[in-house]
């Protein structure tokens, strides 16, 4: 389900006749996901005489979540409501951009460099961030987790580089 | 009832088991080790800790430990988890006594009048009556547990699958009624979180599903990813919306004076037992849980005391009475896990998923194959309770001092932590990077009044209501009036037409909503 949208467009100006954007963006992101799935399904088995296939219940699912997205977009319109939250950028960014990078490094670069990396651009979301202490809590972060994940759990995790152990 | 002290007994004779220890450097000499207490002990403690953070919720730390669980056997790691839970919960209430930042709805009735208390210098009387006052509640519950338990299970193994799929049905509607929010929205989300768990292949033919062919994928979405995703990572970037630093008012006076006086201890006392009754039965109900069971005991308080308008400025009954509540239902709502298999909210379902992790299908059966771990896992609950109580009230000072731990320093070292959690769980790093888009998609829903909860029980549930589905249709061979001819499952599917009828009517619709806009006021 990666289609599922992170962010519904985000229009300052909706239709006069949408009276709670809220309801009706919510409604037709779900109808949206609906229609993704029942499409994504629509090459599995359906019923076989009385039993289940393999794609009956997803289909129930889908459409049923397709009538209730419905539903609440019509909500949305008859309603009045709260209009569209204000997005803020920076947040969800660096947040994002820290855990893709902690994905992409904890293989080839173990977990040292992946922790204090993520922890650094993560650290960038909030505009109160100030460096030197930052610092210290990502190293003093860094070096509980060695100790606590591998050591003290017993989970299999690589501190180093790759390249550096072999 | 002699049933009930040998189960009892096993139970303790569990938790109090003693592993020698024989170190090597102590040269042969062993010594016996309490593990089961220890790891309680443990549980609670950083339950507490990480609970105690503004900001995260009960279900957000209970996600967030899930992966510190995995290293030990099933009964360890449950006994474990359990006390997170409860360690986490109180961690909520301290927060909300003292900072007025609730980490979740749950104790949100509890900052009504325990910050007014704490802002009076009275935050030591209100933080130990809720000590007390869980104590107690969790003391009856244990002990309801051990009750209800065994012939509970008993009904259960009558259920056939028609049974199951209506106690189902019941259930989620019963969340849907007992949530805060659009009913609507609500029975969209479980549908979201049914639609999901479908993901992956088959249970029956084996069929691969929406998974696009990507070999991650093929075992299905991850329980544990997904609700790090909705609750760690999107709270995080919820939070830093807010501004982090900008809303918090610390309570800077020293917390001194804990022992409630001798007036607190008789005022409170009715008030703790009607939260702990109130508590016990909401617990229980499938779909109800701590939440909607403070709520109506401070409703239940307001109504039958003589001047109600003491409460919201300080009265210490507004404490103890959700509080009370609040424990008594988080231990209750183990019932309707521990002898159906149900997890009846968003914390039992990552209890199943916990459980399901260590190769534990939770139901009637693991009460009689694995009664070690079902009554060692409830003697814990009573362990958990006196733990948070010793080690909790004299610990008040150091959780006031986390408490002063900027965000802009807590929320990368909380993303740093949930990052390694997920990726230990599978040593995946596709999972961590689900994970995050998950957390956008929590964020977004967070964003248009969608609560991400129901979704998680959807989630848990996909896989066994359609077992259920399929397997009862195939009985009745494609008959579906099977789920009203058959009584018992006619029963509760008529409960839960029912409900779900009075909560779209008009005037009950009002009266529910009251209770949530009271407590926001």
């Known amino acids: 389900m990666n289609a599922t949208p992170g962010h519904a467009p985000v229009k300052s100006i909706m239709p006069n006749w949408v009276r709670n954007p809220q309801e009706f963006v919510g409604g037709i992101a779900l109808m949206a996901i609906a229609v993704f799935a029942l499409w994504a399904s629509s090459d599995l088995q359906g019923m076989r005489g009385f039993s289940f296939g393999a794609g009956t219940a997803p289909r129930m699912f889908g459409f049923l979540l397709l009538g209730l997205g419905a539903l609440i977009t019509v909500v949305g319109v008859v309603t009045e409501g709260p209009h569209l939250a204000k997005y803020h950028w920076r947040g969800p960014f660096f947040v994002t951009i820290a855990i893709l990078t902690f994905a992409f490094t904890i293989r080839p670069m173990g977990m040292i460099f992946a922790a204090m990396a993520a922890f650094l651009i993560a650290a960038c979301g909030s505009p109160e961030t100030r460096w030197k202490e930052t610092l210290i809590v990502a190293v003093c972060l860094t070096t509980f987790c060695s100790l606590l994940f591998p050591y003290a759990l017993g989970l299999p995790l690589q501190l180093l580089p790759t390249f550096l152990i072999r | ?521």
């Open chain 2, 1 to 521: 009832m002699g049933d009930i002290f040998t189960n009892l007994g096993l139970g303790f004779g569990v938790v109090f088991q003693f592993v020698q220890w024989t170190p090597a450097f102590l040269g042969g000499i062993s010594i016996p080790i309490p593990v089961n207490i220890l790891l309680c002990l443990i549980g609670a403690l950083v339950g507490t800790l990480v609970g105690v953070l503004p900001g995260i919720g009960t279900i957000a730390t209970v996600a967030m430990l899930l992966p510190i669980t995995f290293g030990l056997p099933p009964v360890g790691a449950l006994i474990m988890l359990a006390g997170i839970y409860y360690g986490a919960q109180y961690g909520g209430s301290t927060t909300s006594i003292l900072v007025n930042i609730p980490g979740e709805a749950g104790s949100v009735v509890t900052a009504l009048d325990g910050f007014q208390m704490a802002k009076r210098g009275r935050a030591g009387p209100a933080l130990a009556i809720a000590a007390i006052g869980s104590f107690f509640a969790g003391c009856v519950a244990t002990v309801l547990i051990a009750l209800l338990g065994a012939p509970l299970t008993r009904i259960a193994l009558a259920f056939g699958p028609a049974e199951y799929f209506s106690l189902m049905v019941l259930g989620l509607i019963f969340a849907v009624v007992l949530a805060k929010g659009s009913v609507l929205k609500a029975i969209a989300m479980i549908v979201l979180g049914l639609l999901l768990s479908m993901v992956g292949s088959d249970i029956e033919t084996g069929a691969s599903r929406m998974a696009f062919n990507i070999p991650e994928l093929a075992d299905g979405l991850g329980f544990a990813t997904l609700a790090m995703g909705l609750f760690g990572f999107a709270e995080i970037i919820r939070n830093l919306d807010a501004g982090g630093e900008t809303d918090r008012k610390l309570v800077q006076e020293k917390v001194s004076g804990l022992m409630p006086t001798r007036r607190d201890l008789k005022e409170t006392t009715p008030a703790i037992l009607r939260g702990t009754v109130l508590g016990s039965i909401l617990g229980i109900l499938p779909g109800g849980g701590a939440v909607i069971a403070s709520f109506a005991a401070y409703t239940l308080e307001k109504k039958v005391a003589k001047d109600p308008s003491k409460f919201g400025h300080g009265e210490i009954r507004g404490v103890a009475a959700p509080e009370s509540a609040n424990n008594a239902a988080a231990q209750t709502s183990f019932i309707p896990l521990l002898t159906l298999g149900i997890p009846p909210n968003a914390v039992m379902a990552l209890m199943v998923g916990a459980m399901t992790i260590h190769g534990i299908v939770p139901g009637p059966q693991v009460m009689q194959k694995q009664p070690d771990l079902v009554w060692g896992m409830i003697a814990s609950m009573w362990v958990g309770n006196l733990m948070l109580l010793i080690i909790n009230l004299p610990l008040v000072g150091i959780w006031v001092r986390l408490l002063r731990v900027p965000y802009r320093l807590m929320f990368p070292s909380i993303v740093v932590f949930c990052c390694i959690g997920i990726y230990s769980v599978n040593n995946a790093p596709t999972d961590v990077m689900i994970a995050g888009a998950f957390g956008l998609v929590g964020y977004w829903l967070i964003k248009h009044d969608f609560e991400p909860a129901p979704l998680l029980l959807g989630m848990v549930l996909g896989p066994l209501m359609e077992e259920n589905l399929r397997r009862a249709l195939l009985i009745s061979r494609g008959d579906w009036s099977v789920f009203l001819t058959r009584p018992l499952s006619a029963v509760l599917m008529a409960i839960a037409a029912a409900l779900l009828i009075l909560a779209v009517l008009p005037s009950l619709r009002k009266k529910r909503d009251e209770v949530f806009v009271e407590s926001e006021n």
